[in-house]
């Protein structure tokens, strides 16, 4: 017993020495600051995105939209138990997916188009070829055991959860099996994005952190804190050096993987809703943040300031993304309208 | 009296801290100045910075037009 004791005081006192040791090898190179840095650079100035479109045809509260790699199509996943497969430049629904379960949470696009993923309170995690006749179920990936918060796919053979359970795992469609489990989080996991080159993934959570994870090894090579809330939404910066976050603190954050730590927040007193949703402009200057004030901001991500706001919503701003070219921004809400905006 | 499965927690605690422990930081100068020069490269391809001509935007409405 008192070995138990002993061990668990030294492994304690360990713990607190590896977080002092980091903690003062991130403050040895924190030299300086990105808004510092940035007082150089060019402003964007004032930016005026106009509504092109509103796309109507759920019935219900929008959770999630995500676009195809072909810049054209867009899925979007609603409580009225329904995906819809857009083509964003007609306005016209090109198919609907009827849902087992309405109460969905999140909604991806395979990079070849032929495959959406959708998933929530449900706990399941169900892909659809939407390229047969109508749509047909392909795998039910069933092992989680809280809601799924967000699905992306790696190729018609992988795909990467997150859950409530506090896990993110990447499942083999031929077989429909878990092939790695991410521990670490112990909060919910809310959100995850993949890097270009696959190989690692990002991960915000209700215990307000941000991880970095090897895809094939399954382990937590990073973590981010700072936010003092639930993280809701994260992203990579188109470079894969950084992260930008967004959470129910009501500010968005910049992470830079290689200085290991935040380098720059997005906050204003005036703005006090939380982050929904977040996606950066193809150069990764702006950054469109959805909040629960109804309204999706623009932020220089360099210079830390708002630039522009895109309002039309009437209810809050769930769902954010900007498309592999760039052209333009989605915005989905439950008021279960999405818009488009460029 | 800790537990054999709070012990296990600890040592996974302590595991994972020594590998965020190791690995190599660059300096926050250095890092922001690369995230500038991303940005000031990728500018002029940057749609929603740069704006897009009508004729060239896939979301706009195009209206007929007709020829009087």
């Given at each position: 017993m008192a070995a138990e004791k002993a061990e668990m005081d030294a492994l304690k006192k360990e713990c607190d020495a590896l977080r002092t040791q980091i903690e003062a090898a991130r403050k040895a190179v924190n030299d300086s600051s990105m808004s510092a840095a940035s007082g150089g650079a060019t402003a964007v100035g004032r930016v005026q995105l106009k509504l092109r479109k509103t796309l109507k045809g759920h019935l219900?509260?929008?959770?999630?939209?995500?676009?195809?790699?072909?810049?054209?199509?867009?899925?979007?996943?609603?409580?009225d138990g329904k995906l819809l497969v857009w083509d964003t430049f007609t306005g016209n629904k090109l198919v609907a997916v009827p849902l087992k379960s309405a109460w969905v949470m999140s909604v991806a696009f395979a990079p070849s188009g032929n495959l959406v993923a959708s998933g929530g309170l449900d706990?399941?995690?169900?892909?659809?070829?939407?390229?047969?006749?109508?749509?047909?179920?392909?795998?039910?990936?069933?092992?989680?055991?809280?809601?799924?918060?967000?699905?992306?796919?790696?190729?018609?053979t992988e795909i990467l959860t997150?859950?409530?359970?506090?896990?993110?795992?990447?499942?083999?469609?031929?077989?429909?099996?878990q092939k790695v489990i991410f521990t670490n989080h112990i909060g919910d996991c809310m959100s995850l994005a993949l890097s270009s080159d696959m190989n690692t993934f990002i991960s915000g959570a209700c215990d307000s952190l941000a991880k970095l994870w090897d895809v094939r090894e399954g382990a937590c090579k990073q973590t981010f804190s700072g936010h003092t809330s639930d993280i809701n939404a994260i992203s990579f910066f188109p470079s894969g050096n950084a992260?930008?976050?967004?959470?129910?603190?009501?500010?968005?954050k910049m992470y830079d993987l290689r200085a290991d730590q935040e380098v720059i927040g997005y906050q204003d007193t005036n703005l006090n809703a939380g982050v929904t949703s977040l996606a950066l402009s193809s150069s990764g200057r702006l950054i469109f943040?959805?909040?629960?004030?109804?309204?999706?901001?623009?932020?220089?991500?360099?210079?830390?300031?708002?630039?522009?706001?895109?309002?039309?919503?009437?209810?809050?701003?769930?769902?954010?993304?900007?498309?592999?070219?760039?052209?333009?921004v989605c915005t989905g809400s439950w008021d279960s309208f999405l818009k488009l905006w460029n | 009296?800790?537990?054999?499965?709070?012990?296990?927690?600890?040592?996974?605690?302590?595991?994972?801290?020594?590998?965020?422990?190791?690995?190599?930081?660059?300096?926050?100068?250095?890092?922001?100045?690369?995230?500038?020069?991303?940005?000031?490269?990728?500018?002029?391809?940057?749609?929603?910075?740069?704006?897009?001509?009508?004729?060239?935007?896939?979301?706009?409405?195009?209206k007929p037009c007709t020829v009087l």
């Open positions: 219900a509260k929008i959770y999630a939209m995500h676009w195809s790699a072909d810049s054209r199509q867009m899925v979007s996943a609603s409580q706990n399941i995690c169900t892909v659809y070829n939407i390229k047969a006749a109508s749509p047909k179920t392909l795998r039910e990936l069933d092992a989680h055991t809280g809601y799924l918060s967000c699905c992306r796919f790696l190729s018609d997150a859950s409530g359970d506090t896990t993110c795992c990447l499942w083999d469609l031929e077989t429909g099996k992260v930008i976050t967004g959470s129910d603190d009501c500010t968005c943040a959805g909040y629960d004030d109804f309204n999706c901001h623009i932020w220089d991500s360099l210079k830390g300031e708002k630039v522009g706001v895109l309002s039309g919503h009437d209810n809050r701003v769930s769902c954010t993304g900007v498309p592999a070219d760039g052209m333009g | 009296m800790p537990s054999s499965s709070s012990i296990a927690q600890a040592r996974r605690t302590v595991q994972q801290l020594r590998i965020e422990a190791s690995i190599k930081r660059i300096k926050v100068s250095k890092a922001s100045s690369d995230l500038m020069r991303y940005c000031g490269e990728h500018a002029k391809n940057d749609p929603l910075l740069m704006g897009i001509p009508a004729s060239e935007n896939p979301f706009k409405d195009k």
